[in-house]
Nanobody, 124 residues
């Protein structure tokens, strides 16, 4: 099993930045691609970004392209989401997820492990 612990959420003004971190523990050798999803008020969970095992391939939702950057440090078993130029519509609970497969996927059902979520609130 793999445990994912998220941190870095909080309250920020529009135009500001936050960096989310997700630390994996347990059977981390089974962790492949990792991703971030979010769920805003009254909305379904949606894909935000993902990165493959080696960090060479990334994928982003159209809504965050150019503003968010996903990266990972395998030595620390940690994935990051750098969020810049934040907008009120970015307000959501952000979830870290991990796959056993090394390939990037954008569907939530493709992920095997999930963090507890961290709240990001962007004020106008």
């Amino acid at each position: 099993q793999v445990q994912l612990i998220e941190s870095g959420g909080g309250l920020v003004q529009a135009g500001g930045s936050l960096r989310l971190s997700c630390a994996a523990s347990g059977r981390t050798f089974s962790t492949g691609a990792m991703g971030w999803f979010r769920q805003g008020p009254g909305k379904e969970r949606e894909f935000v970004a993902a990165v493959n095992r080696g960090g060479s391939t990334t994928s982003y939702a159209d809504s965050v392209k150019g503003r968010f950057t996903i990266s990972r440090d395998n030595a620390k078993n940690t994935v990051y989401l750098q969020m810049n130029s934040l907008k009120p519509e970015d307000t959501a609970v952000y979830y870290c997820a991990a796959r056993t497969s090394v390939l990037v996927m954008t569907r939530s059902y493709a992920y095997d492990y999930w963090g507890q979520g961290t709240q990001v609130t962007v004020s106008s």
